[in-house]
């Protein structure tokens, strides 16, 4: 069985669904995932947006996924270039995926699981 422990942050406006674009969202969702496919829901952390009517604050985005630092992934609805190539610098690999949280974090899973084998 596999021992790993990791978190990952799912932007949420509503804690059931990942339905959040990263730039936007206010609330995150940590879960841990242990034991290979064990999930639990941990704490919500508030962020303020880096997207306000159209401009991005560059030093927030950096501020914001910090806040995240302890995360190994981030599952969103939509992620720009510019801000997932940050996330990545600071070591939090973020995915776009859509959908109810559970599945989400469910084909997420399963996916590192399959990347584990090669």
């Known amino acids: ?3 790993e422990k990791y978190l990952i942050a799912v932007a949420s406006s509503d804690g059931i669904v990942v339905n959040s674009h990263f ?6 969702y940590v879960y841990e995932v242990s034991d290979g496919d064990k999930v639990s829901l941990l704490e919500q952390r508030n962020v303020i947006p880096v997207c306000e009517g159209g401009n991005h604050d560059s030093d927030r985005l950096k501020e914001n996924l910090l806040t995240f630092g302890d995360c190994k992934y981030m599952l969103v609805s939509r992620i720009g270039i510019g801000a997932a190539s940050v ?3 600071i070591g939090i690999k973020v995915y776009e995926n859509s959908g109810m949280i559970e599945e989400s974090i469910s084909r997420l899973v399963k996916y590192l699981q399959v990347q584990k084998l090669f």
Request: glycine share 8%; net charge neutral.
């Open 1 to 3: 069985m596999d021992n």
């Open 23 to 28: 730039g936007r969202a206010s609330k995150f």
């Open 87 to 89: 996330a990545e610098s």
